[in-house]
């Protein structure tokens, strides 16, 4: 009888799958970007003007950073050379003007494009970006990291995290036709800058966005109501902070408010003693962090579906950008593009961490792996390679009503066969309030924690290298990228309509659609997603059914 039903079952699980990929054959939709025409076709492009893009170009977006209603976007070139300052780097705010259509081109001067230019060699101004409110007045302002930023002669490569605080003003700059000079920044721009606290400790390396501090205001009847404003998790990668060890890395946790609006320089080797002390709270790495590069990649996500994001770190690096070392610095141990522990680690500080007024205390900080710390450890499983290279979380990707969370891995090779080196994973943990205060490797799950895989479909497709989530259809839209190859020509913005009339036709009956692309090359971040999506024209872009409930196997390999 055991064997019969075990029969029926696997003929069962073989009718499923067949039928889920028939329907995603009939589902498929292609979308050539070079075909399209940007004056009618719902699409902006922008064309780049600076350096080669093969470490990266960054893009972010989906805020209103002038206060004219409209959404700006903003791009990077990295390792471009301004003003003959070689790979300084040079980043482009974008404004917006209620439609998408069009070309931009960044070459030249333009009241529409402010250009951001690095202010020394080898700085590498643009190595991330993101964009939200981070000062509660409701216009967006943008993050700009800066890894090899060298404050003195004997902290160089100690890295800054610069914002460009929204405002009227970024317009009425952009309209002098002049640059935005990091190096002689114009006093009517409100600027700040967080400056690392060591050489080589490269803050910067990675930012992200949201309200873990749960900030709350009080109504007219004296009711205290949720009124988030986005706080900044912010990481130097290569601080030592382990005796003997090296490259252990740290994050930053700045909190956002009014008190970023205005211009100042935040030195955070003395971070408890600044004019933002009790705003500001540092996590160390575990005791045995050689290498881990502790917060290369971070994020803010409410897992737990209560209004406050948690912090979730990564232990792991591999990415090209992070070879590119300080002005003068030909020892390549102080810029290492790989590491971090044995396949990847990835630790969440949950948000009952920063709620408490006590938890920002000035100087505050703490170790992540401490007893008193609500956290949570995730290994990477023996195929994982760099479990947490990529990480989003807070969307409901099964139509369960709850959070989910998702982890890349970009060269991880987790097909039956072995035989797809480099091509690359992701990771999607259901129910993720289930992980609050366990530890466990991906390969052995608890009961309860639900885990699905989907595989990179070839050798060195880096997939999951870039993700990005959001909704273009009603439903939740996971959007999985592992792109490759970027040159100086055109970044594309397609209007949200274009995606919701071509994700409805293939999500009908499914809560979740995915969007894939592939390039066999290496590369770093080029998708955005917040009300626009922006790609990229030589990624091919595979828009699939993938509903994703915990029962289905389709398109993915369950843990």
Not at 243 to 249: C, L, S, T
Not at 349 to 371: E, K, L, V, Y
Not at 475 to 499: C, E, K, Q
Request: glycine letters at 12%; hydrophobic letters at 40%; charged letters at 15%.
């Amino acid at each position: 009888m055991r064997g019969q039903r075990g029969q029926w079952l696997r003929w069962l699980i073989v009718w499923i799958a067949c039928l889920s990929m028939c329907v995603w054959a009939q589902a498929q939709s292609i979308v050539d970007l070079a075909m399209l025409d940007p004056e009618i076709d719902g699409l902006l492009r922008v064309y780049g003007s600076a350096g080669r893009g093969n470490f990266g170009v960054p893009v972010t977006g989906g805020f209103d950073c002038d206060g004219d209603g409209f959404q700006d976007t903003a791009m990077s070139s990295m390792i471009a050379s301004p003003l003959e300052r070689e790979r300084a780097g040079e980043v482009y705010l974008i404004f917006g003007d209620g439609t998408v259509s069009g070309t931009r081109d960044s070459a030249g001067m333009s009241p529409d494009i402010l250009k951001i230019f690095g202010a020394a060699p080898h700085e590498i101004t643009g190595s991330e970006i993101w964009m939200d409110d981070v000062t509660g007045d409701g216009l967006g302002d943008l993050l700009i990291g800066r890894q090899n930023y060298s404050p003195t002669s004997d902290r160089i490569g100690a890295g800054a995290l610069t914002l460009i605080v929204g405002g009227s003003a970024l317009r009425d700059y952009a309209a002098t036709l002049q640059p935005l000079d990091l190096q002689s920044p114009p006093a009517m721009l409100t600027i700040v800058t967080f400056v690392g606290p060591e050489p080589f400790g490269r803050l910067g390396m990675w930012m992200r966005t949201g309200d873990m501090s749960g900030d709350i205001a009080t109504d007219t009847d004296g009711n205290e109501i949720p009124a988030p404003i986005a706080d900044i998790v912010v990481a130097a990668d290569q601080v030592a902070v382990n005796p003997g060890q090296a490259h252990n890395g740290q994050v930053y946790l700045i909190r956002g408010g009014a008190h970023l609006a205005m211009s100042q320089t935040i030195d955070l080797a003395n971070f408890g003693t600044t004019p933002l002390a009790g705003h500001i709270i540092r996590i160390d790495p575990p005791e045995q962090a050689d290498h881990y590069h502790f917060g290369a990649t971070c994020q803010i996500a409410d897992l737990n579906g209560n209004g406050v994001g948690e912090v979730i770190v990564a232990a792991t690096l591999n990415r090209a950008s992070a070879s590119l070392r300080a002005d003068g610095i030909s020892d390549g141990r102080t810029a290492h593009s790989f590491g971090g522990s044995a396949r990847g680690t990835l630790y969440i500080a949950w948000d009952d961490n920063f709620r408490s007024p006590d938890a920002w205390q000035p100087g505050a900080s703490f170790r992540i792996t401490s007893p008193l710390v609500s956290h949570s450890i995730i290994r990477g499983g023996v195929l994982n390679h760099h479990f947490g290279e990529e990480i989003l979380g807070g969307l409901d990707y099964n139509n369960d009503g709850l959070s989910d969370l998702f982890v890349g891995d970009i060269d991880g090779d987790l097909s039956d066969s072995q035989t797809r080196l480099s091509s690359g994973a992701g990771h999607v943990l259901y129910h993720a309030a289930q992980l609050q205060g366990l530890i466990f490797t991906l390969d052995a799950p608890p009961d309860g924690i639900i885990v699905s895989t989907f595989l990179g479909a070839a050798r060195k497709d880096i997939a999951a290298d870039t993700a990005a989530h959001g909704d273009f259809d009603s439903d939740v839209v996971l959007l999985i990228s592992p792109l490759a190859r970027h040159t100086a020509i055109p970044w594309n913005v397609v209007m949200r309509g274009f995606f919701m009339s071509s994700t409805a036709k293939m999500a009908s009956g499914h809560r979740v659609s995915i969007c894939v692309s592939r390039y066999r090359r290496a590369c770093a971040r080029p998708i955005s997603m917040a009300r626009k999506a922006i790609v990229h024209q030589t990624a091919v872009m595979y828009w699939a059914i993938a509903p994703m409930p915990a029962t289905s196997m389709a398109m993915a390999k369950r843990t």
